[in-house]
């Protein structure tokens, strides 16, 4: 329950944010962006990244249990 309460903290947040009036020299974007906008998009990116790694770990032993995928010891599959 607490987590769901970070994350909704972390998009309350970016939703409400407001400028800080201080721009970055790099880029010229307000500072408000990168404390707002960063935690939601590094959530973002984690939660991809962990559907991603899940769902191949899935599909390969999805090919291993059917018999699809054969590993034979000495011989990579594809080369002669």
């Not at 404390?35 to 962990?50: A, D, E, N, T």
């Not at 991603?52 to 018999?67: D, E, K, N, Q, R």
């Amino acid at each position: 329950m607490q987590a769901l309460q970070h994350y909704g903290k972390k998009v309350l947040l970016f939703l409400n944010r407001q400028g800080f009036g201080v721009s970055d020299p790099v880029f010229n974007y307000d500072v408000a962006s990168y404390v707002y906008g960063l935690p939601l998009y590094r959530l973002f990116v984690s939660w991809g990244f962990q559907l991603v790694t899940l769902t191949s770990l899935v599909v390969i032993l999805y090919f291993i249990a059917t018999g699809a995928l054969q590993l034979r010891p000495g011989r990579l599959p594809g080369f002669k």
